[in-house]
Each structure stands twice: as C-alpha cells, then as structure tokens.
C-alpha cells in the first residue's frame, strides 16, 4: 500500500522560502510522474508542480519562475522549494502521483504553509 509523508511547512513571511519534504513507501517511485498540490481553504486541490521519473518538470502559472519540484529517487523523496512566498500560497500542500495516470486513491496528511503578508 503507498503510504506518503509530507513535511517541512510552516509559518513565513511574505517574501520568505520554505522547502517542503514527500517521502513515498510502498511504490515504484523512479517510474512515476510526481506532483505537489495544494488545497487553499474553500478551495479546490490544485496541482503546482509535477516531475517525471527522469527530471523534466511542469508548473503552474501561478507558481512558475518560484518555485522548484526535485526528487531523489534513490530515497524515494520529492521536494518543492519555494521562494518569494506568496499570502496566496497559503495551503495544505501534499504530494502524490501526477501525470495522465493521476493521483493515487491514498493522501497523506499534508503539510500546512501560511505566508503572513
């Protein structure tokens, strides 16, 4: 059973940086497209950032040129650095699979980001 692990959220500043964490148990992980999203209160989960199995990734327009999704296959991690944060990034950001086979059915608990402006 996949079983992920968000971490690395927080509390900053508009303007600040954040890197946030996603552990992946229990799949394939170097074949699969991954993603981080995000779920702002009221509203609907949003995918950010994708990257595929051998690096190239895909973003957002409203996140493009800030932040940047990595993964180290060979710990079964994703990350997402993000920079010159936003009061409307604030959100739950989780990660899961991406790409045409879309999310597992599974989420982990996400982790919480809010940006005071």
């Known amino acids: 059973q996949v079983q992920l692990v968000e971490s690395g959220g927080g509390l900053v500043q508009a303007g600040g940086s954040l890197r946030l964490s996603c552990v992946l148990s229990?799949?394939?992980?170097?074949?699969?497209?991954m993603g981080w999203y995000r779920q702002a209160p009221g509203k609907q989960r949003e995918l950010v950032a994708s990257?595929?199995?051998?690096?190239?990734?895909n973003y957002a327009d409203s996140v493009k040129g800030r932040f940047t999704i990595s993964r180290d296959n060979a710990k079964n991690t994703v990350f997402l650095q993000m920079a010159s944060l936003k009061a409307e990034d604030t959100a739950v950001y989780y990660c899961?699979?991406?790409?045409?086979?879309?999310?597992?059915?599974?989420w982990g608990q996400g982790t919480q980001v809010t940006v005071s402006s």
């Open positions: 990257i595929t199995g051998d690096g190239t990734t």
């Open positions: 899961n699979r991406a790409g045409p086979l879309g999310a597992f059915d599974s």
């Open positions: 229990g799949g394939i992980f170097r074949v699969r497209v």
